[in-house]
């Protein structure tokens, strides 16, 4: 009769670990606590598998970290300033080279959102910066981000239009 040896429970969480581990792949995980201050907020984040715990840092003064926490909340239902009412709700994370990251964040992680996911993020990102400028510059800015879709389009064709009555005008004259 050979002999059946059981693994401990710390080598099954070690190998269910590394396991989940694996670039790319999704798991679903649990607020454990958030802590806010003056700086910053962080997440702690549990897994059903494993008795270790990730902690998700978020620089208040970083605006793309701002922006990946409101994200985060947004996907909940939650304000902003709501942060606090994570607690005790499910996140879907996956793994990537940094890390457990929630999958409301690959838009704004480098390299892990798609292309567009990303140039439309960093968009963003710079109206963001450009309406912290003075002047006519922000005022565009904040004209141009509350215009609609529709807007958009017809403001593209009128322009395209000038542009066509211009050139022809120039070819006359």
Known sequence: MTDVSTTSTEEYELLTAKQKERHGNTETATVQDVRVSRAQVSLT???DWTADETRLVYDLDDARDVRKLE???DEHGFEFAQVGHLDGLT?????TSQGW???THLPYTESDGSIAETFRTELELFGRE???TPG???RFVTWTNSLST???IIGVIIIK???VVAVLVGLVL
């Open 130 to 132: 450009l309406a912290r």
């Open 91 to 95: 996140v879907s994370v996956r793994y």
């Open 161 to 163: 239009k000038l542009l």
């Open 45 to 47: 984040l549990s897994f």
């Open 71 to 73: 994200a985060l909340t």
């Open 101 to 103: 990251v929630p999958t």
């Open 150 to 152: 529709k807007q958009v």
């Open 136 to 138: 006519f510059l922000r």
